[in-house]
Nanobody
Framework: QVQLVESGGGLVQAGDSLRLSCAAS????????MGWFRQAPGKQRELVAA???????YYASSVKGRFTISRDNAKNTVYLQMNAVKPEDTAAYYC????????????WGQGTQVTVSS
């Protein structure tokens, strides 16, 4: 069973940087694909970034070049480094995990709120 705990959200100004962390339990963390999702008020949940067990990454076009997803398997932690944040980045951010590509993200964190002021 994988359990995810997120941290690092908060209130920041446009142009600032912050790092979200997702600490995972479980001994097979390194074999899971990990993703960061976000949901803003009135909008659908969207995949922001993902990293596979092999280290391949994906980014939504809206964040490519600004956000970086990484993982530290020794610490069972995945990060989302957010640089040059924009007000439109304001959302609840969720960490998720899936056992293999193509499967559902069946493990979710509780979310951490990121609010970007202009």
């Amino acid at each position: 069973q994988v359990q995810l705990v997120e941290s690092g959200g908060g209130l920041v100004q446009a142009g600032d940087s912050l790092r979200l962390s997702c600490a995972a339990s479980g001994s097979i963390f390194s074999s899971y694909d990990m993703g960061w999702f976000r949901q803003a008020p009135g909008k659908q949940r969207e995949l922001v970034a993902a990293i596979t067990s092999g280290g391949f990454t994906y980014y939504a076009s809206s964040v490519k070049g600004r956000f970086t997803i990484s993982r530290d398997n020794a610490k069972n932690t995945v990060y989302l480094q957010m640089n040059a944040v924009k007000p439109e980045d304001t959302a609840a951010y969720y960490c998720a995990a899936r056992p293999m590509s193509g499967s559902k993200y069946n493990y979710w964190g509780q979310g951490t709120q990121v609010t970007v002021s202009s």
